[in-house]
């Protein structure tokens, strides 16, 4: 049976379409980006949490002004799950900002209350370049004109004040969030501001939200090339290099599922070509500059940036393959890195033998399934519940995940490092593929694990 039921699932039989054992010659991608059974414990972020989390949040230089219960702002900056840096540190994702709906502005309407919080957060933060307002579930219910308030509010303060109506029950899950806010900040500031001057290597990394740093690794390796970054989508991104992206001459789009939708919208405006590259590991991250390089006719360039980054990691990362050999893994990230990371570990020598997301849609899988060996498990939006039996089941010797998955392992004994949010970061490129490699070793290696009782 390609299809598979675990044992956790027998209650919710519909959760057999969803998980899948690989095996060679068969084309069957499990069900996947449509809406969550009833039963099935979800870990999925909602819309709102993609499309502020995700690609708004990261923009540096405007006021995340979250209109809803004050619960909903607890995963902004405060949650501590957040790991996109920036170089605004006295203002970017230091403070909260929220209107704290309560029952009576439920009742009567809360366009007032939203109103007075932009006046009030931009007179106590006067430098902000705008202000990013993001609807809540309550909001969509009781039909706040949120749209009337910006524009009444930007007129007053002078500075763009940008609606997302990203409530969090649209959608499946949080992928329709990254769709709305790139359509938004397409509609109303890319385009909106002219570069002083263009080159012809100007370039916009797209998709890359310096989780930790990681653009801050990846920039200087295009710049080596003779490029130079435009536009950085969303990671460290003020909104006046939002506005100025249409100017470049290439998008080089890193997440392929928060990001086709922004690099699609500029190739059919402004002719802006994109192309998708994974700059995780050595063999992969080669590739990106190829090919980015290719398209510029700096070819040259590339082969000396290559030759002098790998051979600054080479010997050590040699090092850690022989450790690492045959060591088993299962991967369960947002979408991309599922499948960006099978050829990660494969360079390290380990074998994947499972696969999951949260979000990842049937593109997704489909790279999955593909790269995957046979006898893997792949399960779409797999819950702690079914997470549990598998790391049982499969023993991996590492399990690669994120922050709500941590304790979890922790508590059955699986070594564990987080893929999303990171802990150790950056991963990125080069130098963060060689942190990387150490992370997982200290962390398969690590003596806690044999104090265990009861290990999985």
């Not at 909602?46 to 809803?68: E, F, Q």
């Not at 170089?87 to 709906?101: A, G, L």
């Not at 653009?215 to 490029?227: D, N, R, T, Y």
Request: proline share 5%.
């Amino acid at each position: 049976m390609p299809l598979t039921l675990l044992e956790c699932d027998k209650p919710i039989p519909e959760r057999e379409k969803h998980t899948y054992i690989k095996k060679s010659g068969e084309s069957i991608v499990p069900a996947c980006n449509v809406q969550t059974t009833p039963g099935d414990l979800t870990e999925r972020g909602c819309t709102y949490a993609g499309c502020m989390g995700v690609v708004g949040g990261p923009v540096k230089d405007v006021i995340h002004l979250v209109h809803g219960p004050i619960g909903c702002a607890f995963y902004t900056w405060g949650g501590g799950r957040r790991q996109n840096l920036s170089d605004n540190t006295e203002f970017h994702r230091k403070y909260c900002f929220s209107t704290s709906m309560q029952e009576a502005n439920i009742i009567f309407g809360g366009e007032q209350k939203l109103h007075k919080a932009i006046l009030e957060a931009y007179e106590r933060f006067p430098d902000v370049n705008g202000v990013f307002v993001y609807a809540t579930c309550v909001i969509g219910l009781i039909g706040d004109d949120i749209n009337n308030v910006c524009k009444q509010a930007s007129k007053e303060i002078g500075v763009p004040v940008i609606p997302f109506s990203c409530e969090g029950f649209r959608g499946v899950s949080q992928s329709l969030g990254h769709h709305i806010a790139n359509d938004v900040i397409f509609e109303r500031i890319v385009g909106t501001k002219e570069p002083d001057e263009v080159t012809p290597y100007d370039i916009n990394i797209i998709g890359d939200y310096n989780i930790q740093g990681d653009l801050w690794i990846i920039a200087p390796l295009f710049e080596a090339m003779g490029l130079r970054i435009l536009c950085t989508f969303t990671g460290n991104a003020s909104i006046d290099d939002l506005a100025m992206a249409h100017r470049a001459k290439l998008n080089v789009m890193h997440c392929q599922r928060s990001t086709p939708y922004i690099c699609q919208l500029m190739e059919e405006k402004y002719e802006l070509p994109y192309m998708p590259v994974s700059l995780f590991g050595i063999e992969q991250t080669s590739k990106a500059l190829r090919d980015v390089a290719s398209f510029f006719g700096l070819e040259d360039k590339a082969e000396e940036v290559i030759e002098s980054e790998v051979a600054k990691i080479l010997p050590e990362i040699e090092y850690y393959k022989e450790q690492l050999r045959g060591k088993r893994v299962f991967i369960y990230q947002g979408a991309p890195r599922a499948w960006h990371w099978i050829k990660l570990m494969e360079e390290l020598g380990m074998e994947v033998v499972g696969a999951a997301t949260t979000f990842g849609h049937t593109d997704d899988y489909e790279k999955i399934i593909e790269r995957i060996g046979d006898g893997a498990l792949v399960i779409d939006n797999p819950n702690s519940v079914e997470l549990r039996e598998i790391l049982i089941g499969y023993k991996p010797d590492l399990f690669i995940s994120g922050l709500k998955e941590k304790f979890l392992a922790y508590k059955l004994g699986v070594p564990f490092v987080n893929g999303h949010s990171y802990e150790r970061g950056p991963y990125a490129v080069y130098s963060g593929f060689l942190k990387f490699a150490k992370d997982i070793h200290t962390t398969i290696n690590h003596p806690a694990w044999k104090l265990i009782e009861g290990r999985a």
